[in-house]
T-cell receptor
Framework: DAGVIQSPRHEVTEMGQEVTLRCKPISGHNSLFWYRQTMMRGLELLIYFNNNVPIDDSGMPEDRFSAKMPNASFSTLKIQPSEPRDSAVYFC????????????FGSGTRLTVV | GEDVEQSLFLSVREGDSSVINCTYTDSSSTYLYWYKQEPGAGLQLLTYIFSNMDMKQDQRLTVLLNKKDKHLSLRIADTQTGDSAIYFCAVSGGYQKVTFGIGTKLQVIP
């Protein structure tokens, strides 16, 4: 398995533009998580899905952020409109959701909003 | 909710042992993890321990758990420059949600 695949690896966009981050979880994993990592706040859970259904989106900072999981092999995180303070590394992770399995993380998308 | 705390930075000399500490608040935490993040990469599961264990050893890594004090530590023996990374403590109640600490940056001085 190729692991959790995120795209793009880097994204530079202008303030006000829409940004879409993509994630392909590991096949067979039924839980998917979106995290944001910054120097100031560390790793923040934004939202997670179980069996494609959003379970907890309390970490989504504002209505500008939205996430979807249309099927078991794909998820998106969208920011519209983007702001400079959204600049961070965004990680997607997946797990079997059972016991000690832990999470498998993607390599992240480094977002810079100028 | 669950809170996981770690120190931000640790510097050690190559060949010495490193000890990274973590405290958590939820006594019902069932699974406790250590993740490693190398520059430009995602987090990678390094090791884990069940809450009914006191210690787990895996080659150069030793995990110690003090449930009474809700304290978890990771010891790396014979620390190498390749161990330089950010180490995250994480805990879970057994369901899906894992809570991560802010991460401890380990710097290994040659």
């Amino acid at each position: 398995d190729a692991g959790v695949i995120q795209s793009p690896r880097h994204e530079v966009t202008e303030m006000g533009q829409e940004v879409t981050l993509r994630c392909k979880p590991i096949s067979g994993h039924n839980s998917l998580f979106w995290y944001r990592q910054t120097m100031m706040r560390g790793l923040e859970l934004l939202i997670y899905f179980n069996n494609n259904v959003p379970i907890d989106d309390s970490g989504m900072p504002e209505d500008r952020f939205s996430a979807k999981m249309p099927n078991a092999s794909f998820s998106t995180l969208k920011i519209q409109p983007s702001e400079p303070r959204d600049s961070a590394v965004y990680f997607c992770a997946s797990s079997t959701g059972q016991g000690i399995s832990g999470y498998t993380f993607g390599s992240g998308t480094r977002l810079t909003v100028v | 909710g669950e809170d996981v705390e770690q120190s931000l930075f640790l510097s050690v000399r190559e060949g010495d042992s490193s000890v990274i500490n973590c405290t958590y608040t939820d006594s019902s935490s069932t699974y406790l993890y250590w993740y490693k993040q190398e520059p430009g990469a995602g987090l990678q599961l390094l090791t884990y321990i069940f809450s009914n264990m006191d210690m787990k050893q895996d080659q150069r890594l030793t995990v110690l758990l003090n449930k009474k004090d809700k304290h978890l530590s990771l010891r790396i023996a014979d620390t190498q420059t390749g161990d330089s990374a950010i180490y995250f403590c994480a805990v879970s109640g057994g369901y899906q949600k894992v809570t991560f600490g802010i991460g401890t940056k380990l710097q290994v001085i040659p």
